[in-house]
């Protein structure tokens, strides 16, 4: 059963930055799909960054250019760093994994399995 475990979330003015971090346990397969999503009150969760087994990366067209996502696989620990935040970041961010390392078609990994519990992510203006 893998565990994932979410922090670096706060609050933080608009143009502000953050790093999310994801700490992975139990994992059984060499390499996994990993994702960021989010989700605002009152709005459906929503894809943020995915990375695939191959290091691929894949952005929401709402943080292209201001987010990226990485990970360091020695520590089993995905991140997200924020830049030039805006008050529409505002969410509960989630990560998320999948066994199956590949995209879909859509260029997003193809299921989400396994998740953390969300770190809130609050930008004011």
């Known amino acids: 059963q893998v565990q994932l475990v979410e922090s670096g979330g706060g609050s933080v003015q608009a143009g502000g930055s953050l790093r999310l971090s994801c700490a992975a346990s139990?994992?059984?397969?060499?390499?996994?799909?990993m994702g960021w999503f989010r989700q605002a009150p009152g709005n459906e969760r929503e894809r943020v960054a995915a990375i695939n087994g191959r290091g691929i990366t894949t952005y929401a067209d709402s943080v292209k250019g201001r987010f990226t996502i990485s990970q360091d696989n020695a520590k089993d620990t995905l991140y997200l760093q924020m830049n030039s935040l805006k008050p529409e970041d505002t969410a509960m961010y989630y990560c998320?994994?999948?066994?199956?390392?590949?995209?879909?078609?859509?260029?997003?990994?193809?299921?989400?399995?396994?998740w953390g519990q969300g770190t809130q992510v609050t930008v004011s203006s």
């Open positions: 139990g994992k059984t397969y060499s390499s996994y799909c």
């Open positions: 998320a994994a999948d066994p199956d390392p590949r995209f879909s078609s859509a260029g997003y990994c193809r299921r989400s399995t396994y």
